[in-house]
């Protein structure tokens, strides 16, 4: 079964970067594309973007100038970093599995990441 | 990329049918059979329900069907149960290669 686990800071400043890592576990990173969603207390999901096991990604044009996804499959590892965060960016972050061609079948439980000084 | 578009709140009694609209446009859901559907109750990580407009993972419950027409997918959920109480939310592929979630829909069981 695989399982997917965020991990990095809860509490960000303003202006600073928010960084994240999604372990996977029981399966391996290669061969599938990850995503990350995030989802704004009392709000609906976003799509923030994908990194393929190859390295190469795909972005949310909204996020496009502050986001950067990359992948270490040593590690079995993806990560998320986001600049120049604001207010508007605290939200509960997911990782999951899939690019969203066939649906993300599987979701990490989601960190909340709030933007504060 | 604007939001696709589904109702606030859909309700139904237990084994009744409800079902949740999701509209987009002739660039998303109208040109691509790549709509995924999610549930999501209160204070967890959504699951997938559907993907390619209307088929189903393995374990989800046949009671969960997705369709299309046009620039609408629709997910109909047959044979309420209070465990399907939870918020849905549509994704579709878009002509720019990025992809969008719907609004959401809280679904209420009475």
Same mark, same amino acid.
């Given at each position: ?42 709000? &609906?999901?976003? $799509?923030? =973007?994908?990194? *393929?096991?190859?390295?190469? %990604?795909?972005?949310?044009? @909204? ?34 599995? &899939?690019?969203? $061609?066939? =649906?993300?079948? *599987?979701?990490?439980?989601? %960190?909340?990441?709030?933007? @504060?000084? | ?110």
């Amino acid at each position: 079964q695989v399982q997917l686990q965020e991990s990095g800071p809860g509490l960000v400043k303003p202006s600073e970067t928010l960084s994240l890592t999604c372990t996977v576990s029981g399966g391996s990173i290669s061969n599938n594309y990850w995503s990350w969603i995030r989802q704004p207390p009392g709000k &609906g999901l976003e $799509w923030m =973007g994908f990194v *393929y096991y190859s390295g190469s %990604t795909n972005y949310n044009p @909204s996020l496009k100038s502050r986001v950067t996804m990359s992948i270490d499959t040593s590690e079995n590892q993806f990560s998320l970093k986001l600049s120049s965060v604001t207010a508007a960016d605290t939200a509960v972050y997911y990782c999951a599995r &899939g690019s969203g $061609w066939t =649906g993300h079948d *599987y979701w990490g439980q989601g %960190t909340l990441v709030t933007v @504060s000084p | 990329q604007s939001a696709l578009t589904q109702p606030p709140s859909v309700s139904g009694s237990p084994g009744q049918s409800v079902t949740i609209s999701c509209t987009g446009t002739s660039s998303d859901v109208g040109s691509y059979n790549r709509v995924s559907w999610y549930q999501q109750p209160p204070g967890t990580a959504p699951k997938l329900m559907i993907f390619e407009v209307s088929y189903r993972p393995s374990g989800v419950p046949d009671r969960f069907s997705g369709s299309k027409s046009g620039n609408t997918a629709s997910l109909t959920i047959s044979g309420l149960q209070a465990e399907d109480e939870a918020d849905y939310y549509c994704s579709s592929y878009t002509s720019s290669t990025t992809y969008v979630f719907g609004t959401g829909t809280k679904v209420t069981v009475l």
